[in-house]
């Protein structure tokens, strides 16, 4: 996914259509029921008052068209989520560290965090790749510490909030 934030009106409109059309074609050809549907992008920008502008705008055109659906806005990228989990990084590459600095931070507000990951935090070891990421959430989960972050991030709150919303009522009425 990319631009969703940045698209226009009837450009939103049109293309989270297209997306639902796929979404029920791909559903009928697997003869399966959609309980809900996830949409993530990086905001490409640090948290502010147009982050939350957005996060609303594409989520209410993502229920309109889609009934249950929730659009995971990552500020200002996907790295400033995995910088909550120092043990995290360093389970996958012992060598990495996050810096004191950015610990128990608000991660969001940085404005470039994969720069802070590949420059200041895979200073040493190998270098970091995007292709990473499965692999440090995949620690996240497996550690349970997806709750207790060292650090915050509205962006990373609204999706454990999503989350648990999601279990607790979209998938039981979606099955
Ligand atoms: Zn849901």
Redesign the pocket.
């Known amino acids: 996914m990319c631009g969703w934030h940045r698209a226009s009106e009837n450009n939103l409109e049109e293309r989270v259509k297209t997306l639902s059309r796929k979404v029920r074609a791909r559903a009928t050809r697997e003869e399966a029921t959609v309980a809900?549907v996830f949409v993530h992008e990086d905001f490409d920008r640090p948290d502010g008052p147009d982050y939350v502008t957005a996060q609303n705008r594409v989520q209410a055109a993502l229920e309109r068209n889609l009934g249950?659906a929730?659009y995971v806005l990552a500020v200002a990228e996907v790295e400033s989520w995995m910088l909550l989990f120092p043990h995290a990084l360093s389970a996958v590459t012992s060598a990495w560290k996050v810096p004191g600095k950015y610990r128990n931070k608000d991660t969001g507000r940085l404005a470039d965090p994969k720069r802070v990951l590949t420059s200041e935090v895979c200073k040493s070891g190998r270098r970091y790749r995007e292709s990473d990421a499965p692999v440090i959430f995949e620690r996240v989960v497996a550690s349970r510490s997806y709750d207790s972050p060292s650090g915050s991030n509205r962006s990373w709150r609204r999706l454990r909030d999503d989350a648990a919303?999601?279990c607790a009522s979209?998938l039981r009425t979606g099955r």
């Open positions: 809900c249950t929730h919303t999601c979209h």
